[in-house]
């Protein structure tokens, strides 16, 4: 009997659950450069929390999620570049917890945050397809995408993913 899959939610973090203070967009660098990305990494101060504000349309829908159906797993799938030896990934976490209220044992809520790996300078929707093929889609059944780039919509479309698009300005448009 196959094993049964848990129903997710995958949710994007830069320009989705959250922008830069500054409103500033975050752009990925294009080169295939390790300074270039330590560099933006740098910049970046590593996605200190404190840099972000969180888009409250797309919280919102978000916790309603959470407080409505109990049984989806929410999947953080972002283009971040998880860095052996840089806060990146502990730095994702503390912001997805304080924007959420995820206590760091016993939340009672099942996420999970899936990064770019090291080195991978990918366009993020190559890298984001591959995570969901190899990572996500054995265990998971993703009743939704949240996204805020054009070709991530796309590549979860064309994966029969329901996709909602997250507009900079936090309005919604069914993407």
Request: a positive charge; aromatic letters at 10%.
């Amino acid at each position: 009997m196959p094993k049964k899959k848990k129903i997710c939610i995958i949710i994007d973090v830069d320009g989705t659950i959250v922008s830069e203070k500054d409103n500033s967009q975050i752009i990925l660098p294009t080169e295939n450069n390790r300074e270039i990305w330590d560099l933006f990494h740098k910049n970046k101060q590593y996605y200190k929390p404190s840099q972000f504000k969180q888009n409250k349309n797309i919280v919102d829908i978000i916790k309603a999620v959470i407080n409505n159906m109990p049984e989806v797993y929410l999947i953080f799938l972002t283009a971040r570049e998880n860095i052996e030896g840089k806060p990146i990934f502990i730095n994702t976490y503390r912001l997805i917890k304080k924007i959420f209220g995820f206590q760091p044992t016993g939340f009672g809520r099942r996420f999970t945050i899936l990064m770019r790996k090291e080195n991978d300078f990918r366009s993020s929707d190559m890298v984001k397809e591959d995570i969901l093929n190899n990572e996500i889609l054995h265990d998971y059944s993703p009743i939704l995408a949240i996204d805020d780039e054009e070709p991530n919509i796309k590549m979860f479309e064309r994966n029969n993913i329901n996709c909602i698009r997250a507009v900079r300005k936090g309005d919604l448009l069914n993407g």
